[in-house]
């Protein structure tokens, strides 16, 4: 079956550091990808998506690229806030079927 | 446009209970489909409603149900509660096209069971 890999956490940064969450699918075929952000009490909001092999997803600074020849999808920030503390999650669907999440990656960032 | 809105935000349940949660997706969306949030499962699927129609179902005992209105509205229910069955429930819907892969999250109902 499908499944998602993530970075293990907590990850714990400086303001200002680069970040990098690592994830990783395995999947028979070519899925869309994704990364969701979690605030505190709070549901899941897209942070950015990906639908094909090298497609770029980017927002609110945060980038990932859909790499099919490692079947990963590392989430990248050059330069964190505060403000980005959250928790993580990298997940996968085929069309509008169900989406299978990764375990999440608690980010905490220091100013 | 308004969001997936979801009620009631919490509650508090005792076990043997039932509960019914409900859930309003964005305008226009016809998909929905619900996650339930533990720290111990992560997140796991419930499952997903088109048309009135249950689509696609997770590996939940039968307590777990679910249905959709005419107007995309849907409700789900749990009867005999279990402790076990705390956690945050998650709403989500998708469009009928373009963005049909991409699910729009609730800020979700949480569930504490006593």
């Known amino acids: 079956g499908n499944s998602v890999t993530q970075m293990e956490g907590p990850v714990t940064l400086s303001e200002e550091a680069f970040l990098t969450i690592n994830c990783t699918y395995t999947a028979t075929g070519y899925p869309s990808l994704f990364w969701y952000v979690q605030y505190p009490g709070e549901g899941l909001q897209l942070l950015l998506k990906a639908t094909k092999a090298d497609d770029k997803g980017s927002n609110k600074g945060f980038e990932a690229t859909y790499r099919k020849e490692t079947t990963s999808f590392h989430l990248e920030k050059g330069s964190v806030q505060v403000s980005d503390s959250a928790v993580y999650f990298c997940?996968?669907?085929?069309?509008?079927?169900?989406?299978?999440f990764g375990t999440g990656t608690r980010l905490t960032i220091i100013p | 446009k308004a969001g997936v809105t979801q009620t009631p935000r919490y509650l508090i349940k005792t076990r043997g209970q039932q509960v019914t949660l409900s859930c309003s997706p964005i305008s226009g969306h016809r998909s929905v489909s619900w996650y339930q949030q533990t720290p111990g499962q992560g997140l796991q699927f419930l499952f997903e409603?088109?048309?009135?129609?249950?689509?696609n179902k997770g590996n939940f005992p039968g307590r777990f149900s679910g249905r959709q209105f005419s107007n995309s509205r849907s409700e789900m229910n749990v009867s005999t509660l279990e402790l076990g069955d705390s956690a945050l429930y998650l709403c989500?819907?998708?469009?009928?096209?373009?963005?049909?892969?991409?699910?729009?999250f609730g800020p979700g109902t949480r569930l504490t069971v006593l």
């Open positions: 989500a819907s998708s469009p009928l096209a373009g963005d049909a892969d991409t699910q729009y």
């Open positions: 409603y088109f048309s009135e129609t249950q689509r």
């Open positions: 997940a996968l669907n085929f069309g509008n079927e169900k989406l299978t």
